[in-house]
């Protein structure tokens, strides 16, 4: 899955749109995952919820994203917020340093990316980033939009407060929002979070180079997270006005030949 983890073998593979689709039937449960221990909470909920005893949900289907590029997995970190990977989102890293806040949304394949920006951003530019595995933002969507029409039909009542917006309470600063799909998957979440959001995705056509090379094409590699936090940091006058500039020549952002994020693997 993903639009540039198949780079190479085919552009008719290069997947940005698939969660999209999958939004449009109502039956259909969408997940990008990027641990396999989410895989697993994941699978253990949709069987429950399709096959349990007390199963009353069983006419949906669950379409999960995964890639065919070698990540790091990671054991299961000590009290998982297991509810927020059944749900859509979880804090994954808090920041390791105090400074200008900001927050990465990740899914799937480029969760590895983010906690690389965060590394970056921290050790370059002093800037505080957490980072959250969005493991669905379709789901993240059905929920908001549950609440707003639970809302919409119980004026005077108290409103439900979406679960992301929930999750998100006292995240500060701006976010930025990256995938290996469309910027439209990651936008669908975009009106129940009240901060300032930038969405990173894969949009346009097939990129036939190396995967590194495809990533800085398209704006969603590991700089790209770190260079977007920055201009909105930087429009809030909470980091030098000249940082996003000096990032963008440091790391030769208009340079596809210079992309570093993610390797091949496999037969790719």
Avoid: C
Wanted: aromatic share 8%.
């Amino acid at each position: 899955a993903g639009r540039t983890t198949l780079t190479g073998e085919g552009l008719q593979h290069a997947d940005g749109h698939s969660p999209l689709l999958a939004s449009t039937n109502p039956a259909v449960v969408t997940y990008d995952p990027a641990y396999g221990y989410e895989i697993g909470h994941i699978m253990r909920s949709g069987l429950e919820r399709m096959y349990g005893p007390d199963s009353d949900d069983q006419n949906v289907m669950y379409y999960l994203t995964v890639y065919n590029e070698p990540i790091v997995q990671p054991a299961e970190p000590e009290n998982l917020d297991t509810e927020g990977v059944i749900k859509g989102i979880y804090l994954l890293a808090p920041a390791k340093i105090d400074g200008p806040r900001t927050q990465i949304l990740a899914s799937g394949v480029s969760v590895p990316w983010a906690l690389e920006a965060q590394r970056i951003l921290a050790d370059d530019w002093n800037v505080s980033a957490d980072v959250w595995s969005v493991t669905s933002w379709n789901e993240l969507r059905r929920d908001g939009l549950a609440a707003e029409e639970e809302a919409f039909l119980n004026p005077g009542q108290p409103a439900r407060t979406p679960f992301v917006t929930q999750q998100l309470e006292g995240a500060t600063g701006p976010i930025v929002a990256v995938s290996d799909y469309m910027k439209a998957i990651p936008d669908q979440i975009r009106q129940f979070v009240p901060n300032e959001f930038a969405t990173l995705g894969a949009d346009g056509f097939g990129f036939s180079d190396t995967r590194a090379a495809a990533r800085r094409y398209f704006k969603n590699d590991t700089h790209s997270i770190v260079v977007r936090a920055l201009e909105m940091l930087a429009r809030r006058g909470e980091v030098d006005v000249d940082s996003p500039v000096k990032a963008i020549e440091k790391y030769k952002l208009l340079n596809v030949n210079a992309g570093t994020t993610g390797n091949a693997g496999g037969e790719a």
